[in-house]
């Protein structure tokens, strides 16, 4: 078990551009989930997936944002012409079918300059 | 909808203080609720848990008791240490953690020698 891993754990881009996030969740667990959390808040939900399906959209996430997890194991959230309002970090957790309790990955940091 | 809203911080106590973090919440249906813990530089961890009303959570000497008729986790420590110096989240989630979980706002704590 080697845990949730996220990369890059840091991002600085300018406001336009387009960034990427990869995580990579435990091993055999069925469901992956995506939160942001900015600077002095907690983490707020925005989608998750059951294999490759996902299941619930946050209204968060606004048409810029897309996520996929393409063969039900690690999954990717793009943001399309990034604003200054990105900038957060973004979360990403794991659960097992067989638990209870999600499991957080260290987060990216997106800078939007 | 559903939220959680714990005291603001920060928190500054000396070692062995006693600590209490107030945390209460709103919810539609019989929620699972959690206290996450996040140290400088590291992802969030779960901390402990509690899944209906009455049970109590403990872990590393923190407790909370899930009260149903005040809507409250408050999180307890008898007698703190410098290492427990983080920033803790009450948290929600219907479906035993299987759905979204909902935070608060965070308390940071610190804790001087």
């Known amino acids: 078990d080697t845990g949730v891993s996220q990369d890059p754990r840091h991002k600085i881009t300018k406001r336009g551009q387009n960034v990427t996030f990869r995580c990579d969740p435990i091993?055999?667990?069925?469901?992956l989930y995506w939160y942001r959390q900015t600077l002095g808040q907690g983490p707020e939900f925005l989608t998750y997936?059951?294999?490759?399906?996902?299941?619930?959209k946050s209204r968060l996430l606004s048409d810029r944002f897309s996520a996929e997890r393409p063969k039900g194991s690690f999954s990717t959230l793009e943001i399309q012409r990034t604003e200054q309002g990105d900038s957060a970090m973004y979360l990403c957790a794991s659960l097992s079918g067989r638990a209870d309790t999600q499991y957080f990955g260290p987060g990216t940091r997106l800078t939007v300059l | 909808g559903d939220s959680v809203t714990q005291m603001e911080g920060p928190v500054t106590l000396s070692e062995e203080a006693f600590l209490t973090i107030n945390c209460t919440y709103t919810a539609t249906g019989y929620p699972s609720l959690f206290w996450y813990v996040q140290y400088p530089g590291e992802g969030l961890q779960l901390l402990l848990k509690a899944t209906k009303a009455d049970d109590k959570g403990s872990n590393k000497g923190f407790e909370a008791t899930y009260r149903k008729e005040t809507t409250s986790f408050h999180l307890e420590k008898g007698s703190v240490q410098v290492s427990d110096s983080a920033v803790y989240f009450c948290?929600?989630?219907?479906?035993?953690?299987?759905?979204?979980?909902?935070f608060g706002t965070g308390t940071k704590l610190q804790v001087i020698p």
């Open positions: 997936f059951q294999n490759e399906a996902q299941l619930e």
């Open positions: 091993s055999e667990h069925n469901r």
């Open positions: 948290a929600l989630s219907l479906s035993g953690g299987y759905q979204k979980v909902t």
